[in-house]
């Protein structure tokens, strides 16, 4: 888990995965950065971690009773959006924190979806979207969101490349510690308008005299947004910069110069670069045709599904659960449409989406283990792929009555031993889940995620030894608190203060 040594303390989700404990009620959840990585790796396409509490995988739709709900996994980080999941057990500190961050590949096959889906989660807000609700009021209530917002870091592009493109009814998201909402309005087109207007009063925010009440974030609100021209370069510059630590004393690698922002169809990606380009076109045409940069891939623009229909997104972020927090809310939401794969009941079960599964087919040659990943040809291309897989699944699944998703959950890593405690000296172990090699071979899939155990003790012998902290590969110096600066040793460098997670 990527969080600070002096923050770690155990909790009681151990006894919900020893059995000990049951949810009492059905729970989904998607990843963020302070996860147990390496069990939410077991079950990269979704699974049960404990009985009554499903993960979502690093992207999935599936129907609870009627509703229909899409998740995606993971934070932003430019750097790692176009990589491979190359993390493997035991973690350094640079993939203890790439681990957890979304990969072009997961928010591709989102992007495949063509029908409409009811609720939308991700850990990260989606970018932009604090625009779209009382933004002078969050900036009152979180001070160091400002800058970021105005500068177009704060949120995640892949989230909001799958809001718009899914335009659920509802979307939850967590990620900043405080409670928030906005509306989100769509055209006919699927782009998302509001009326835009200047961006001003930001210079008055820290005047708060005469404010109704500065830690509660109102729920009817008529948004402004910034205009166009304050935002037009924002995307070029969106980063997380690996999120903010709970503790900003350990180690994380530098921002890099290039990060990669891909377009709103995942087709090709966009660089910006604290240096100028050193070759010169006149120059770069000279060169031999294996040293041209590749061409991308054709993606012809496609009109927006005409499944999907609403025009209006209710987004819904909460607070931490901690005492005097606003962290829960009940809401009643009604599907948008009947679903055929489920059933009304009292105590809605679990079933598996019929276009997710064809989606997922359609991808299943595509290791995203390893590099290359294939780059995006577009949804023209993959649009009859799709198609002929979802006859595949109403023939193998649909009609055999096999779309409920099984209570399968089992235990791979022993529970929680408190005479071990948090610190062992010894690396965790890799192991394949029983749930991930049964959903592959309902769906016809190579398991990807599985491995012999000589490959993975190897992995483990040729592992540094672990420091006293439990991490292993110590000598870990200062890292700024935030994008201003970074102190050498134990500095702490200017910029943005606690509060992402």
Known sequence: MSVPAKYRAIGDFHEYYSGSRVAPYLTLFVGGNHEASNHLWELYYGGWVAPNIYYMGVANVVNCGSLRIAGLSGIWSGSDYKKPRFERLPYGPNELRSIYHVRELDVRKLLQIRSQVDVGMSHDWPWKVEWKGDWKQLFRFKPHFQSDAKSGRLGSPAAKYVMDRLRPKWWFAAHLHCKFSAVVNYDLKGDSHSNE????????????????????????????????????????????????????????????????????????????????????????????????????????????????????????????????????????????????????????????????????????????????????????????????????????????????????????????????????????????????????????????????????EARRANAPPISRDGNGRGGHRGRGRGFGGRGGGGGRGRGRGRGYR
């Open 197 to 456: 207007t200047p961006l001003r009063g930001l210079e008055s925010l820290d005047d708060t005299s005469g404010a109704e009440n500065t830690d509660e974030i109102r729920l009817d609100v008529d948004a402004e947004e910034p205009s166009k021209e304050d935002l037009a370069d924002a995307l070029a510059n969106v980063r997380n910069d690996d999120e903010i630590d709970l503790d900003m004393d350990d180690d994380a690698s530098a921002v890099p110069n290039h990060i990669p922002v891909a377009d709103r169809h995942g087709a090709d990606a966009r660089t910006t670069s604290a240096e100028p380009d050193e070759v010169r076109s006149d120059l770069r045409s000279q060169l031999p045709a294996s040293f041209s940069r590749p061409s991308p891939a054709s993606t012809t623009p496609v009109s927006h599904p005409e499944a999907i229909t609403n025009q209006t997104t209710h987004f819904l972020s909460l607070d931490k659960c901690l005492p005097r927090r606003k962290f829960l809310q009940l809401l009643d939401i009604e599907p948008t449409a009947k679903s055929s794969d489920c059933t009304d009941t009292k105590k809605p079960s679990l079933t598996y989406d019929k276009e997710w599964l064809a989606i997922t087919r359609a991808f299943r040659s595509t290791n995203p283990l390893t590099s290359p990943i294939p780059p995006d040809r577009g949804e023209n291309y993959y649009r009859p792929l799709i198609e002929a897989e979802e006859i595949w699944v109403e023939e193998n699944l649909v009609t055999t009555d096999k779309m409920q998703i099984p209570q399968n959950f089992e235990i791979t890593a022993p529970v929680y031993d408190p005479n071990v405690g948090l610190h062992p000296m010894e690396y965790p172990k890799e192991y394949t889940n029983p749930q991930t090699v049964a959903f592959c071979e309902m769906l016809g899939l190579e398991n990807f995620f599985a491995a012999s155990e000589e490959e993975r």
